[in-house]
């Protein structure tokens, strides 16, 4: 079954840095695009961060550039978001989504959500 579960997320004072993971399970992150995203109250949810580990390409948003970093780990077959030099415009819930091919359809998966929190 496939199955994605966050953590990491907490509260941070504004520069602060946090870790946040994705298990997956049911699959191999290293043959899976992964993405992040985040919502904010009252925001459109956004993309952060893409990687597609097959083709060695990483992509971010551009307000996160030299802050985030996405990656993945095979041996934990876990997808990671590193954030540092935190803003409090950076707060929001942070989700993680793969997109896998099932028969003869894409199926999309979500994790639960991770709240970052940014505050002095």
Do not use: H
Request: aromatic residues 10%; negative net charge; proline residues 4%.
């Amino acid at each position: 079954q496939v199955q994605l579960v966050e953590s990491g997320g907490g509260l941070v004072q504004p520069g602060g840095s946090l870790r946040l993971s994705c298990a997956a399970s049911g699959f191999d992150v290293s043959i899976a695009p992964a993405k992040w995203y985040r919502q904010a109250p009252g925001k459109e949810r956004e993309l952060v961060a893409a990687i597609w580990p097959a083709e060695g390409r990483i992509n971010y948003l551009d307000s996160v550039k030299g802050r985030f970093t996405i990656s993945g780990d095979n041996a934990d077959n876990t997808v990671y978001l590193q954030v540092d030099s935190l803003k409090p415009e950076d707060a929001a819930v942070y989700y993680c989504n793969v997109i896998l091919q099932a028969w003869d359809e894409k199926l999309s998966y979500w994790g639960q959500g991770a709240q970052v929190t940014v505050s002095a």
